[in-house]
């Protein structure tokens, strides 16, 4: 099956600091790549949507200036949480599109500010 | 506004009864609905889906049950083992492009007792 990893699994960050994830996917190229953080209620959020060569397309309360996303390839994207605060921690999770359809998510990172 | 609203929140069943999560949404466009099962501490995995041209899947002990008039759906889990104990997650999208979003219920939570 399809395999997205994720790294780190888990992060702490000082507030006001800025830190890095990456999603890889293995096995398989991604028409799209999404990026979501999942609150402590299980909710999800979605950041934004990329595809390769095309601009990024980031939900309303998320913008690029705080979210920066890299998506180089097929089977890669990073995305930086700049000036991290309390209410960016959550799980981030990257999910990679198969065919048009399915989607495929990683394990996440977790994200703690303190 | 919620597109995409499951139910019960939580739900608890004996080991080897049938689980009944229901899913029901706003948008007429959506035409793909997949399900996600997430333990905690780890991302959502794709565990069965279904396109709108169908009204049930099946997959192992997991079927979905689809019904484009009422706008709603359901996933049986037959003979629910205590591994199956996590959170299930309806979410919806509109296929036909390849920029289309995920949009994900609230979950259900699942306990399955021995």
């Known amino acids: 099956g399809a395999l997205v990893y994720q790294y780190p699994r888990r992060t702490i960050c000082k507030s006001g600091t800025s830190m890095r994830m990456e999603c890889q996917a293995v096995g398989f190229q991604a028409t799209s790549v999404a990026w979501y953080r999942q609150s402590p209620q299980k909710t999800f959020e979605l950041i934004a949507l990329s595809t390769v060569n095309s601009a990024i397309k980031y939900e309303q309360n998320f913008t690029q200036e705080k979210f920066p996303i890299s998506h180089p390839n097929l089977s890669f994207s990073s995305m930086t949480v700049l000036n991290a605060y309390l209410e960016d921690r959550g799980l981030y999770l990257c999910?990679?599109?198969?065919?048009?359809?399915?989607?495929?998510f990683g394990k996440g990172t977790r994200l703690t500010v303190v | 506004q919620q597109q995409v609203r499951q139910s019960p929140q939580s739900l608890t069943v004996w080991e080897g009864e049938t689980a009944i999560l229901n899913c029901s949404y706003e948008n007429s466009a959506f035409d793909y609905f997949p399900w996600y099962q997430q333990f905690p501490g780890e991302g959502p995995a794709l565990l069965i889906a279904?396109?709108?041209?169908?009204d049930k899947k099946e997959d192992g002990g997991f079927t979905i049950f689809f019904n484009k008039r009422e706008k709603n759906l359901s996933l049986h889990i037959k003979d629910s083992q205590p591994g199956d104990s996590a959170t299930y997650f309806c979410?919806?999208?509109?296929?036909?492009?390849?920029?289309?979003?995920?949009?994900f219920g609230q979950g259900t939570s699942l306990s399955v007792v021995p």
């Open positions: 999910g990679a599109r198969v065919r048009n359809t399915e989607v495929f």
């Open positions: 279904i396109r709108s041209v169908s």
């Open positions: 979410a919806a999208s509109a296929a036909s492009s390849s920029f289309s979003k995920l949009v």
